[in-house]
T-cell receptor, first 113, second 113 residues
Framework: GAGVSQTPSNKVTEKGKYVELRCDPI?????LYWYRQSLGQGPEFLIY????????DSGLPNDRFFAVRPEGSVSTLKIQRTERGDSAVYLC???????????FGEGSRLTVL | GQQLNQSPQSMFIQEGEDVSMNCTSS?????WLWYKQDPGEGPVLLIA?????ELTSNGRLTAQFGITRKDSFLNISASIPSDVGIYFC?????????????FGKGTLLTVNP
């Protein structure tokens, strides 16, 4: 497709479980970002990839959160031992360059029961 | 961390009315951006502002980058029902963190036909 694709669109899990969220950026975009949006809030920065490497992971809330982008395209956000407070919409965005316009996906809504 | 104060939190207006919303920051940004988010979608960029004092229009939308670099406003003229959604301001820092966006909490706009 032409836009940023995120799967799953909805994920319901139980507290303590492991979750993976996938992002497929726009073809050719080298920069990829993960943001988290809690209910009634604006998106908050989690991590930024330039190519395969995480250039800035300062927004990850703790060591239960990890993200990879092994081939410089698709990225996976991994959350271990999920907690109810992790419930949010996880947004992925990509841009052609680090300073270019961000194009957001529709997000993955995570609900931790 | 950085905080953006966006107001008003919500607005309920009649079709055809003009709308104004604004954003203030405790810190300087070198870029201000305005996004619109529809339910179940990711934010979509409306207007980007790159210079202090800059006034930019995009159709019925007009936005300004405050001269102090700590504020911005967005005006929508002659509102129509499809303007309904959540509007977010976002700031980008300069230097090495230029890519990272800090979002406001959003303004929920409802337009009564």
């Amino acid at each position: 497709g032409a836009g940023v694709s995120q799967t799953p669109s909805n994920k319901v899990t139980e507290k303590g479980k492991y979750v993976e969220l996938r992002c497929d950026p726009i073809s050719g975009h080298t920069a990829l970002y993960w943001y988290r949006q809690s209910l009634g809030q604006g998106p908050e920065f989690l991590i930024y990839f330039q190519g395969t490497g995480a250039a800035d992971d300062s927004g990850l809330p703790n060591d239960r959160f990890f993200a990879v982008r092994p081939e410089g395209s698709v990225s996976t956000l991994k959350i271990q031992r999920t907690e109810r407070g992790d419930s949010a919409v996880y947004l992925c965005a990509s841009s052609l360059l680090a300073t270019g316009e961000l194009f957001f996906g529709e997000g993955s809504r995570l609900t931790v029961l | 961390g950085q905080q953006l104060n966006q107001s008003p939190q919500s607005m309920f207006i009649q079709e055809g009315e003009d709308v104004s919303m604004n954003c203030t920051s405790s810190s300087i940004f070198n870029t201000w951006l305005w996004y619109k988010q529809d339910p179940g979608e990711g934010p979509v960029l409306l207007i980007a502002l790159y210079k202090a004092g800059e006034l930019t229009s995009n159709g019925r939308l007009t936005a300004q980058f405050g001269i102090t670099r700590k504020d911005s406003f967005l005006n929508i003229s002659a509102s129509i029902p499809s303007d309904v959604g959540i509007y977010f301001c976002a700031g980008q820092l300069g230097g090495g963190s230029n890519y990272k966006l800090t979002f406001g909490k959003g303004t929920l706009l409802t337009v009564n036909p």
